[in-house]
């Protein structure tokens, strides 16, 4: 900044007060130098490198963790500690995982909606899903080779060091918060993570960095779930699903993914258009429309830009999208090959999230 202070002497008040006293004014032209940024603090978390996804033929479904599902990864749990060390204040963040079906055998049949799986069948069939724990893990002490436990402690920078914990009580997934289908489009999830806590309340100003024993990291778990045939003949290569994250400082974004209602059905020998509503989109818009079926022939079928309109003003945050009764997709769908069959339906949003239901013909 160039601009110049300059040191004025209040020499009436200073008089009348008895007390020397001063202002700070600024030259009479200057100019400031400016700048534009996203706060980004230093962030305290640990995730996991990998998420092993695995066909469980002994699946528990009276389980509370991801062994209740016949695939799935282990719980994927992001331990947040982030602290803004000089403002003694926690900090929030949110992580946004995507998910896409990268590759597949062509033996392997992706279904994006839940099915019930055949625990004889050979054919290998498989529901993917990305799932936000019921509960999330809890962490407790880590042990060291003896197996004793390891004290709570700060690194140099007056932060937890993960390096003494471990996972105390593991994530709950009897009834996860919310599941979004991994499709080959991809998929995302947002997971809000509050940020560690503390119970220290004798040093003000140093709360989270005076004693250890009184801070505890806060936890984020979700995993892959899902449902598979389990008895067919599965290989390691069969299929392949790409996950990333993002983790940044924020508060709590309540982001789901939209839940269709009711499945939409459309009667092909009747005279009304298609009608799909898609609620709580906010200010995202609908980018792609497709159908899927990797037992059918045509394996997936998009509508063009033009095939649809999308209504967003009738119901602020809702999309309203309108097939029209003559359109060619519509026609083939209510062939007898899969008319009156529920075809996967994938919506894709601007913002990245993918809406699943099941679109029906008749």
């Known amino acids: ?18 007390v020397p ?12 130098e400016t700048s534009f940024d996203l706060y980004s603090p230093k962030l305290t978390i640990q995730v996991p490198l990998k998420a092993d996804i695995r066909i469980n033929p002994i699946a528990d479904t009276s389980a509370m963790d991801v062994k209740k599902f016949t695939v799935a990864s282990d719980s994927i749990d992001i331990w947040n500690a982030s602290v803004d060390v000089e403002a003694d204040k ?17 033996d392997v049949i992706t279904s994006y909606n839940t099915f019930t799986a055949n625990p004889t069948s050979p054919v290998k069939k498989i529901n993917l899903n990305l ?32 390096s003494k914990y471990a996972v105390a ?10 599941s979004v289908a991994i499709t ?14 503390t119970t220290d309340t004798t040093n003000a100003g140093k709360t989270f960095s005076t004693d250890a024993n009184k801070v505890t ?64 989109v906010g200010e995202a818009t609908v980018v792609a429309m497709a159908v899927h079926n990797d037992e059918g022939e045509y394996k997936d079928y998009f509508w063009a830009d033009d095939a649809y309109t999308v209504d967003y003003t009738t119901t602020p945050g809702t999309a309203v999208i309108t097939v029209p009764k003559t359109d060619s997709g519509l026609a083939y769908l209510a062939g007898d090959d899969y008319k009156g069959k529920a075809q996967d339906l994938a919506i894709a949003l601007s913002d990245g999230r993918m809406v699943v239901s099941t679109l029906t013909v008749n």
């Open 131 to 162: 799932s936000k724990a019921q509960t999330a893990a809890v962490l407790g002490a880590g042990k060291d080779a003896s197996g004793a436990a390891l004290a709570p402690a700060f690194d140099s920078e007056k932060r937890l060091d993960f």
């Open 90 to 106: 926690a900090i929030p963040v949110n992580a946004t995982v995507k998910a896409t079906i990268s590759r597949k055998a062509d």
């Open 217 to 280: 990291a806060a936890v984020g778990s979700f995993a892959v779930t899902g449902t598979a045939n389990v008895s067919a003949d599965w290989k390691a290569d069969d299929i392949a699903v790409d996950i990333t994250y993002d983790v940044r400082a924020s508060q709590a974004r309540n982001i789901a993914t939209p839940t269709i209602a009711t499945a939409p059905t459309f009667a092909s020998t009747g005279t009304s258009d298609l009608t799909i509503t898609v609620p709580s």
């Open 169 to 178: 009580t593991k994530a709950v997934y009897t009834n996860p918060v919310e």
């Open 21 to 32: 006293t001063s202002v700070m004014a600024a030259g009479q032209q200057g100019s400031f």
């Open 1 to 18: 900044m160039k601009s110049k202070l300059t040191k004025v002497t209040a020499v009436a008040m200073a008089m009348a007060m008895c």
């Open 184 to 197: 080959q489009w991809g998929s995302s999830l947002s997971v809000d993570i509050a940020g560690p806590s």
